[in-house]
């Protein structure tokens, strides 16, 4: 059984960080782009980073490029999101997902989702 399961969720003064873990299983981890999407309040889907099978090629959205850094630990199945600097804009629901293809930013064909985790960015 696949699960991508969220964790690192919560309210967050702006200005401030987060760390956002995902743990996976039940499928092969090492075969598997893994990326992280937000949905905000109200608003469609939105890509916000991608890390390629080896942990060696990473991508961002403009809107977090130079705040955020995602890693994966192929070892443990897992793939994080640290994110600094937090904006009221980055206020969504957060998931990571996998694809066993890069998928641009408008495509959202992924294999496998996480059910999300909440961040609130407000004073």
């Known amino acids: 059984q696949v699960q991508l399961v969220e964790s690192g969720g919560g309210l967050v003064q702006p200005g401030g960080s987060l760390r956002l873990s995902c743990e996976t299983s039940?499928?092969?981890?090492?075969?598997?782009?893994m990326a992280w999407i937000r949905r905000p309040p109200g608003k469609g889907l939105e890509w916000v980073a991608t890390v390629d099978r080896r942990n060696s090629t990473r991508f961002y959205a403009a809107a977090v490029r130079g705040r955020a850094t995602i890693s994966r630990d192929n070892a443990k199945n897992t793939v994080t999101l640290e994110m600094s600097n937090l904006k009221p804009d980055d206020t969504a629901q957060y998931f990571c997902?996998?694809?066993?293809?890069?998928?641009?930013?408008?495509?959202?064909?992924?294999?496998?989702w996480g059910r999300g985790t909440n961040i609130t960015v407000s004073s």
């Open positions: 039940g499928f092969t981890f090492t075969r598997y782009w």
């Open positions: 997902a996998a694809s066993k293809i890069y998928l641009l930013e408008d495509e959202f064909q992924y294999s496998f």
